[in-house]
């Protein structure tokens, strides 16, 4: 059974700062998505990342997928009000017929 | 081009009853996902519909069903519904089954009382 660990699960800092959200497995995924939702809301996609180590960046966010296509990591600079949400990470296998999500980083960022 | 849709947005209904969820996917998607996501969770895989086909399916019981129709909108269909079905269910389209990630609607918050 493939599974995604995200930590930490919540993560309260002060604008300005600047964090990093973990996204963990044992199983290899083909492809690694990251989404925000807010509550209400559906997930919006952020970023996918598909090749072993590619590093993508969006604005003040950087995406990371691992080496060997296990692991992942946002980074974000300058935290900003507006960044407040839950971040997803998902992933999936080669023929894309499931794609699962971690339980998710509930970012609260105070002003 | 126009999002994902769901309807309703808010269901109330009785435990063992049965409830039919909707989605229209976006413009120019052929595949459909359905997620269910319970309160501080992330979403789980209930089953996926590629061009009017089940793709996959996630750790559901027979009595979760579905649809895709011609027109790549779909059905989610629970049948005698449990307490523990209250969620949000997400539904979520993309092109050629998702390897490059989902359009979600605003999903559907069902409670069964």
């Known amino acids: 059974t493939q599974l995604l660990e995200q930590s930490p699960q919540f993560l309260s800092i002060q604008e300005g700062e600047n964090l990093t959200v973990y996204c963990n497995s044992s199983?290899?995924?083909?492809?690694l998505q990251w989404y925000r939702q807010e509550p209400g809301e559906g997930p919006v996609l952020l970023v996918t990342?598909?090749?072993?180590?590619e590093v993508k960046k969006l604005k003040r966010l950087t995406f990371q997928f691992g080496d060997a296509r296990k692991d992942s990591s946002l980074h974000i600079t300058a935290a900003q009000t507006g960044d407040t949400g839950l971040y997803l990470c998902?992933?999936?296998?080669?023929?894309?017929?499931?794609?699962?999500f971690g339980s998710g980083t509930r970012l609260s960022i105070r002003p | 081009e126009t999002g994902v849709t769901q309807s309703p947005t808010h269901l109330i209904k009785t435990r063992g009853q049965q409830v039919t969820l909707r989605c229209s996917s976006q413009?120019?998607?052929?595949?459909v996902s359905w997620y269910q996501q319970a309160l501080g969770q992330g979403p789980q895989f209930i089953f996926q519909?590629?061009?009017?086909?089940?793709?996959g399916r996630g750790n559901f019981p027979p009595r979760f069903s579905g649809l895709q129709f011609p027109n790549y909108s779909s059905e989610l269909n629970v049948n005698a519904l449990e307490l523990d079905d209250s969620a949000l269910y997400l539904c979520?389209?993309?092109?050629?089954?998702?390897?490059?990630?989902?359009?979600f609607g605003s999903g559907t918050r069902l409670t069964v009382v």
């Open positions: 413009s120019g998607h052929n595949t």
């Open positions: 519909y590629y061009r009017e086909e089940e793709n």
């Open positions: 199983s290899v995924f083909s492809s």
């Open positions: 979520a389209s993309s092109l050629d089954r998702g390897h490059y990630g989902y359009t």
């Open positions: 990342v598909v090749t072993g180590g």
């Open positions: 998902a992933g999936g296998d080669s023929s894309a017929s499931k794609i699962i």
